[in-house]
């Protein structure tokens, strides 16, 4: 069935560097996604949307972009921090149906 | 804003009891709820879409009998996990969606979940 993954499963980065986490999805009705944060024992945190009609949106220090050609998602966080730590999970909104997809996650770890 | 408040946060009971987990939308009015379950190690799994004041909406494979569904008021959703067995320990999370925007472009806000073990 249509489903949105990752390409990778874990990340590991230098504090103080970028991040960038990617996505791919396949459903083209999808009009609508959202990236979260999920820390451990926890819900999911929204953190950045943006819509079909969109390319880029920046947030504060992290920036989304899709790229509907190829169906691909990223997510950049800029100056990484310890706190930045946890699972992130990109969604997508399947349009009439107003319900979420979630991706499979990327575990990210800050290394000191 | 948006805080979502699930309750309890964590459950232990005997196989054969029923679970009760609320979640409320605590500073908004959401007309829908969704929940989803979470294994060890995997991604949300949507179970069902509560809605308020009708049925919820229940994704193919998830017994509608096996976990009932109430969304009687425009903040609180209720899921019951019925006879529970130790195959329905999981992580379980509400989300709700605000009624006060218009357009279907509004994020989830999530609950901080319910791990659910039975013995």
């Known amino acids: 069935g249509e489903s949105v993954g990752l390409h990778l499963p874990t990340l590991s980065v230098q504090e103080g560097d970028n991040s960038i986490i990617n996505c791919a999805y396949s459903?083209?009705?999808?009009?609508?996604f959202i990236w979260y944060k999920q820390e451990s024992g926890k819900g999911p945190q929204f953190i950045i949307d943006?819509?079909?009609?969109?390319d880029k949106r920046q947030g504060q220090r992290v920036t989304v972009l899709l790229n509907k050609t190829v169906k691909h998602l990223s997510l950049q966080i800029a100056a990484t921090q310890p706190g930045d730590s946890a699972v992130y999970f990109c969604?997508?909104?399947?349009?009439?149906?107003?319900?979420?997809?979630f991706g499979q996650g990327t575990r990210l770890t800050i290394n000191p | 804003g948006a805080v979502v408040s699930q309750h309890p946060s964590w459950v232990i009971c005997k196989s054969g009891t029923s679970v009760k987990i609320e979640c409320r939308s605590l500073d908004f009015q959401a007309t829908t709820m969704f929940w989803y379950r979470q294994f060890p190690k995997q991604s949300l799994m949507l179970m069902a879409t509560s809605n308020e004041g009708s049925k919820a909406t229940y994704e193919q494979g998830v017994e509608k009998d096996k976990f009932l569904i109430n969304h009687a008021s425009l903040t609180l959703s209720t899921l019951t996990v019925t006879s529970a067995h130790p195959e329905d320990s999981s992580f379980y999370i509400c989300?709700?969606?605000?009624?006060?925007?218009?357009?279907?472009?509004?994020?989830?806000?999530f609950g901080d979940g319910t791990r659910l073990s039975i013995l």
């Open positions: 943006i819509r079909s009609n969109m």
């Open positions: 459903n083209s009705a999808s009009d609508y």
């Open positions: 989300s709700a969606r605000e009624v006060s925007r218009t357009g279907p472009f509004q994020p989830q806000h």
């Open positions: 969604a997508e909104n399947i349009g009439g149906a107003q319900k979420l997809v």
